[in-house]
């Protein structure tokens, strides 16, 4: 009887040892299994907003980039705009002073196509002014070179009639008036020459 009952007290103590080890694995299976699967969330999720912030970054700069773009082509053609503007005024009024505004427009065009049409077009325009200058330079020294030769010859002509009134205040009819007068032989030039005292028509009248 005392052997059966050692028996019994032994497998009792056996399953008593079971207790814990099924506590234990319930409690891997419970806790373990779902703070793994947590942490495998939130690694997850982490890295899908990592994902989102840098393609809403890489948007905002690609957003940013394209806004410069196009606020600089808007600048660019409101320069050549300008530009363009400015050599028209030129073309109608071919001064000095729109030639260096319009310079001074193109100067700040960028696309180096544009400027060099507008270059063109002021280069054309220059050669037209300077044309005109030379040829103005040209009609004002031939109008003072008239002027002159007009005052010379106006010169030359008072010279001429107040040798004239000079001469027929002392007119001589012949050569016995001159001599009478005492001014024989008269040369030309001089006050009462005249054709008919020089027959010989040597400048010297009157000279025999």
């Not at 982490?46 to 082509?73: C, R």
């Not at 037209?128 to 004002?140: T, V």
């Amino acid at each position: 009887m005392a052997k059966v009952k050692g028996k019994k007290k032994k497998e009792s103590g056996c399953f008593g040892c079971l207790g814990p080890l099924l506590v234990a694995g319930v409690a891997v299976t419970l806790f373990g299994g779902n703070g793994e699967s947590k942490d495998e969330t939130t690694s997850s999720s982490s890295k899908t907003k990592v994902e989102q912030v840098s393609s809403s970054s890489q948007a905002l700069a690609a957003d940013y980039k394209q806004k410069q773009e196009e606020a600089k082509k808007a600048e660019e053609e409101r320069l050549i705009s300008e530009g363009d503007q400015a050599i028209q005024t030129l073309e109608n009024d071919q001064t000095l002073e729109n030639l260096q505004s319009a310079q001074d427009a193109i100067n700040k065009i960028t696309n180096d196509e544009q400027r060099a049409n507008f270059q063109s077009r002021i280069e054309s325009v220059e050669k037209n002014i300077a044309q005109r200058a030379e040829e103005a330079r040209q009609a004002e020294e031939a109008r003072i070179a008239a002027e002159q030769e007009a005052q010379r010859q106006a010169e030359i002509a008072a010279q001429q009639a107040a040798q004239q009134a000079e001469n027929q205040s002392a007119y001589y009819p012949n050569c016995s008036a001159a001599k009478a007068a005492g001014a024989a032989p008269v040369y030309q030039g001089q006050p009462g020459y005249g054709k008919h005292l020089d027959r010989d028509g040597d400048g010297v009248g009157c000279e025999k």
